[in-house]
């Protein structure tokens, strides 16, 4: 890796003559907020902080960045969980969080132009005028940019898709200070390579995402929300895959395990203490939700479920999906004075039945704590652990890799939604093998001095 320098008194004068005197800031209270995200990895602080408002301007400070070799580090709101974000190599933050304007809405398109800083809740609010929104919902209250950075999900994916399937367009600043567009608005694209793609998940190491299109869907007329608990791992899974072969246009499929469920009723639920599918329908017409409604319950009630319980009742879904974006911050309050590990794999959902009694059987033999929750109708689980002192923290990291070396070898991946940064680069040779060398020729492409990100997403 390039010798980075570090940033002196005269850097920080340009970058005050690109940004302004009010959008940089070397406080210790701003360098400590901007140095650790929503995870366990420890803080790294970077040596001054940077708000981008233009495009330009964030193109210009990786241009100055570029010729004196200081890592930059894009930053969205912080909620990542594998320290994507984290200025291992100091340098200097680049926050976006003050470029958050909907640039454009094309409504009659079905797509909206913004630019990243914008928090994904945020641009629904404003969206709900037109009667659309944005579908990818990760939970947190992430940047377009970071879920675009990260490739981030969410409890809709098995209908909507990821955010890699819900962007058309963008703008990307590089590391020598281009500024180039990649895609379009027409939803069918077949010029060149689709360089989109090749951005979205690149965790900022590759360029910094300053604009992009999105596309937009439909809000539902209606939507129910279904609860189903069951004996066992494998007839929820089984449930899984009938739900997903009936043809019913499902919008969430989620699973809880028994230690979850306890979790959930205390953020205001009451789910039995069992395996448990958590699941959304989208309709456009009542008579349609009731009778997908109706073939769930007899495909639950076929495959064994002990209890079911459905509503169209908007009051009533809305606690539920609280209760169950709120359940990590439950957990926190039951392990007062601990941090958490959260990690995340996916496998086919064929696998998935055995990846959770593996998941389950590693945390039993390693006798810490463990709770499941993912996104049972694309594969995705989450595994949650507890630590508070050194000692579990290394047998926590001993089960997260043991699941993550099953996952892989599965026919799954190190991470589904969390994307790589710091935590899963380890595991990136073997989920790709000689694939690998072909991102690093990219990255140096794109990034010769190795500035953008650095320590992310690629083993060094």
Known sequence: MTRFHPVTPQVIDDLKNIVGADNISTAQAEIDLHAQDAGFHPAHPAEVVVWGITAQQVADVLKLANTHCIPVTPWGVGTGLEGNSIPLYGGILLSLERMNTIIEVYPDDFQVTVQPGIGHKDLNEKLARYGLFFPPDPGANATIGGMLANNAAGIRTVKYGASKDNVLKMQVALADGRLIHTGSRSIKQAAGYN???????????????????????????????????FPTVELAIDTVVAVRGSGIDVAALEFIDVTNTKAMNEAGTDIAPYPTLLMEIHAAHEETLAADMALVRQI????????????????????????????????????????????????????????????????????????MKGHAGDGNIHVELPFGDETTFAKVKQVNSAIVHQAIAMGGTS??????????????????????????????????????????????
Not at 195 to 223: D, W
Not at 309 to 325: D, F, G, Q, S
Not at 333 to 356: C, T, W
Request: glycine share 10%; hydrophobic share 40%; proline share 5%.
């Open 415 to 460: 991470t589904g939604e969390h994307g790589v940064g710091i935590g899963k680069a380890a595991y990136m040779a073997q989920e790709h093998g000689e694939a690998l060398d072909v991102m690093r020729d990219i990255k140096h492409l794109l990034d010769p001095n190795g500035i953008l990100n650095p320590g992310k997403v690629l083993p060094e």
């Open 195 to 229: 360089l989109v793609q090749l951005f979205v998940g690149s965790e900022g190491t590759l360029g910094v995402i300053t604009e992009a299109t999105l596309k937009l869907v439909p809000v539902p007329q209606f939507m129910s929300a279904i609860i189903a608990s």
């Open 300 to 371: 639950c009630e076929e495959t064994g479920a002990v209890s079911f319980r459905a509503t169209a009742n908007n009051a009533e879904r809305k606690v539920l999906w609280n209760a169950r974006h709120h359940a990590y911050e439950t957990l926190q309050r039951n392990h007062p004075g601990q941090k958490i590990f959260i990690m995340d794999v996916a496998v086919p959902i064929s696998a998935y039945p055995e990846l959770i009694a593996f998941s389950r059987q590693t945390i039993e033999d390693y006798g810490v704590i463990g709770y």
